[in-house]
């Protein structure tokens, strides 16, 4: 095969090398414009799962790799807090090795001299289109400015994605001791440091901060100026050098094309086009907090030339490629995200506990957990146990989920929520032996609150003839008894969900057809304008003055009913698409008079319907309120919009703010995932619940007591509700508290059931492949076993990248 590779990185370079391992008979030419002792940068870190793929396939790079290792197993983290006191925190168990990219380089270009490849330096490529006509292949690795990947936009489909942050590429002759963060607090604002050694000389040393913080502290200056090729940002030296001059302990600084640059990440929707394909920063990247690029593009080059050795025709092989490699770097763009969002925003943790704040830092990404920490480092997990009781103001010394927690004047004695999810089993609004089973299972099953599903105010607020409502005494006299049940045989609370419709009424049962009009018998639906949900929707009436003060009567009619039903809590719904949340959503609320138009009038009616409900409900029930924190949708409410929409449910007295998102337009593009909802309920709670006294609950994709524990050890809400994962297992309380050795009160067992607070001895986890344990303890999203022989297997020997 005659293969041409643009671009004579380690990506490029280490494909060439397996080509020319696997078959000596391959024909490959390799451009580069640089020279071959030019390199940018400093060090380049790879993990142990990396090395050892790097091991099995070229044994001669891996040993001359292995010689200039840098290794560490900690994790140093410095922080430097508005009053100038210094914090640090050591965290083990991490296993990384970096090494000088410029070492990294020469062990490539003399080991593709070896195998006989052909390597133009200080030459620009040819044309690709006349590549791709002279050669079998054409490998475009030539980074994240790609002009391959630009002349075929219109076939790879890229999208750029320039972020906010401003950071620099530094060295230091000081050798750090492990990767070091130092955290500080300025006068100009946050600043973070991301270090670590890759030699016995010297160390990487990135500095970053967000643009704002940035300018005002001058380092703007050579922004608007040309630097000669090559040449570094000397003002930012001076000033980085005196900012962090306890950091560097009189070291000096190093540069190498060190200039000011915005992170751009990369994404492709396919990675080849004939017989053309991508690898490394020209097909992706991944944000340097979790990684490394270098690392990303040699795995590419391993899964590549694995797929093109075991298929037989070129299409097939890139085929495979594209279909083993994406779905798993795409997960690491996912943490990536999480972890350059996280640093974009670090200015809102300036003011958290330092301990709280660096087990925040340590699981930005997701990808690190509570039980992971423990399994690292257990002193270290221990200690952040230790301190989120403290913080907590607690007694005992237990799992974070376990720590009792307020919401106004209620006591919930744990931090599990059953979230409210709709169950379409009422008849003519009244909820009966079903609802009774259903939450009072959960009550049962350990849960410190449980909450109903949506609760109808009148029957044309219904979204389904199988809702249940409130605006009867009869159905306040059967929710009664659910609310006994809950209270006499468990220790949990209960709360209503009270909520209208609004365009989303008036439709089938869920298994009949989600949002989808009734054959017959539909009722009349309103909403802010004459706008439907989606195609095929019912089209509402703009509701009228006279509507809305029917509406909010209803809602104080409901509310007084559900404190005489018992309910220790009321939430009022204004997510999720249905009346209340369409007034606040620009999507779906087009009005031009004092309910439409600016963010304040479209919080005008739900606010109106809040005050009426905090008013009717006793001081000691507590009211809180479910927002859509994002309407996924390019001319929707954003999360900014929902620190605003919260802000002003608290200033009107909410109890906590209950963080959901989306569900205002069919044509919504949600980015789902593991917790992909919790960063808004973490911004909401920083920048506006917290410093009020009002909890935050998170919601969403949370199905691991280690997220749970992770979410709320971090800081980023207060309570965790669980949907589906309390449908799948209605114990799933208790049966977390004796996973984690847990016996306490908060874990709430009955005593009829006491003796089934050990684990039986029948429990078949230990005998769960590991693989297996990471998808049931929710630590990855996905996992990946090579077939061998007709099996799965987990063995490195026989696995291959």
């Known amino acids: 095969m005659r293969i041409a590779i643009v671009g004579g990185g380690p990506g490029g370079l280490y494909f060439a090398t397996l080509m020319k391992t696997l078959d000596p008979s391959h024909e490959i030419t390799v451009w580069e414009r640089n020279a071959p002792d030019d390199t940018f940068g400093f060090g380049v870190v790879f993990s142990d799962e990396t090395l050892g793929s790097i091991e099995g396939a070229d044994q001669v790079v891996h040993d001359r790799m292995e010689e200039l290792f840098a290794r560490w197993t900690d994790i140093d983290v410095g922080l430097t807090d508005r009053q100038g006191a210094r914090h640090s925190f050591t965290v083990g168990g991490q296993g990384f090795a970096a090494m000088s990219r410029k070492d990294l380089l020469q062990i490539l270009q003399e080991r593709v001299v070896e195998l006989g490849v052909t390597v133009h330096f200080r030459t620009e490529a040819p044309d690709p289109d006349e590549l791709r006509a002279s050669y079998d292949l054409v490998l475009a690795a030539d980074g994240v400015s790609s002009a391959v990947r630009t002349k075929y936009a219109d076939r790879f489909g890229p999208s750029l994605d320039r972020r906010r942050n401003k950071y620099i590429w530094f060295g230091t002759d000081l050798v750090f001791e492990a990767f070091q963060f130092f955290v500080k607090q300025t006068e100009f604002g946050t600043m973070q440091i991301h270090g670590y050694p890759f030699s016995d000389r010297g160390s990487t040393f990135i500095v970053e901060m967000h643009e704002d913080v940035w300018r005002r502290a001058g380092l703007d200056s050579t922004e608007h100026q040309v630097l000669a090729p090559g040449a570094s940002d000397e003002h930012a030296v001076g000033r980085v050098a005196e900012i962090f001059a306890d950091e560097l302990r009189g070291h000096a600084i190093l540069t190498n094309n060190s200039r000011w640059i915005s992170f ?16 490394g920063d020209a097909a992706h990247t991944a944000h340097f907090s979790i990684g490394s690029g270098t690392k990303l593009a040699m795995e590419d080059a391993l899964a590549l030339a694995a797929c093109l050795h075991e298929h037989a025709s070129l299409n097939e092989a890139l085929e495979a490629y594209q279909t083993e490699r994406k779905p798993v770097v795409e997960s690491t763009q996912r943490a990536a995200q999480a972890s350059l969002e996280w640093f974009e925003n670090i200015e809102m943790y300036a003011d958290q506990d330092p301990a709280q704040f660096v087990f925040n830092l340590l699981t930005r990404s997701r990808r690190i957990t509570s039980a992971n920490l423990e399994e690292r480092d257990a002193d ?42 709709d169950m379409y089993s009422a008849t003519d609004g009244v909820p009966e032996e079903f609802h009774l089973v259903h939450l009072g299972s959960k009550a049962l099953g350990g849960a410190g609150l449980v909450m109903t599903e949506m609760t109808c105010v009148s029957p044309e607020g219904r979204i389904t003839l199988g809702c249940p409502g409130i605006w009867t005494d009869d159905q306040r006299d059967h929710w009664r008894r659910v609310t006994d049940f809950v209270h006499n045989h468990s220790t949990a609370k209960i709360g209503l969900q009270l909520g209208h419709s609004g365009r989303k009424g008036s439709t089938k049962l869920m298994w009949d057809g989600m949002d989808e009009p009734l054959d017959d018998g539909n009722w009349e639906v309103i909403g802010p304008s004459s706008l439907p949900y989606g195609e095929g929707c019912h089209v509402p009436r703009e509701a009228s003055r006279a509507d809305l003060d029917k509406v909010v009567a209803d809602f104080v009619s409901a509310a007084r009913r559900a404190v005489d039903a018992g309910f220790d809590l009321v939430e009022i719904h204004a997510a999720h698409g249905y009346l209340l949340s369409s007034f606040l959503s620009p999507v779906a609320n087009h009005r031009d008079d004092e309910y439409g138009g600016p963010l304040a009038n479209r919080l005008r009616f739900p606010l109106e319907v809040f005050d009426a409900v905090r008013a009717t409900v006793p001081a000691p029930i507590p009211v809180t309120v479910r927002i859509s924190a994002t309407d996924w949708m390019p001319d929707g409410n954003t999360e900014d919009d929902a620190v605003e929409i919260a ?28 917790s992909y909802q919790t960063p808004f309920a973490d911004k909401i709670r920083h920048l506006v619940a917290e410093p009020a006294g009002v909890k935050v609950i998170a919601v969403g994709a949370i199905s691991s007591y280690d997220d749970v524990n992770s979410i709320l050890l971090a800081g980023r809400a207060d309570i965790c509700a669980l949907g589906r994962t309390h449908l799948f297992d209605p114990n799933w309380t208790l049966h977390a508290a004796v996973e984690q050795d847990y016996d306490g009160a908060a874990a709430g067992w009955p005593v009829q059931w006491a003796a089934g607070r050990r684990k039986p001895p029948t429990s078949r986890s230990d005998k769960i492949p590991p693989r297996l344990q990471l998808l049931r303890t929710g630590k ?22």
């Not at 990369?266 to 080849?272: A, C, D, F, P, T």
């Not at 109890?655 to 593991?674: L, T």
Request: net charge neutral; hydrophobic share 40%; proline share 6%.
């Open 264 to 279: 751009q990440t990369v994404r492709n929707e396919r990675w080849y086009d004939g017989n053309v394909v991508l690898l």
């Open 380 to 421: 270290f997990a221990r200690l952040m146990e230790a301190e989120f009781v403290r913080h907590q103001g607690g007694q005992e010394v237990a799992p974070a989920m376990f720590q009792p927690v307020r919401i106004g004047e209620l006591e919930v004695k744990n931090r599990v929520m059953l979230s409210p999810m």
């Open 647 to 674: 802000r002003a449910f608290v200033e009107h007295g909410a109890a906590a703010i209950d963080v959901s998102s989306g569900q205002v337009s069919k044509d919504e593009k949600p980015a789902f995932g593991r």
């Open 780 to 801: 990855t999203d996905q996992v990946h076993l090579r077939w061998v022989r007709g099996k799965p297997t987990e063995d490195p020997a026989e696995c291959r990248g």
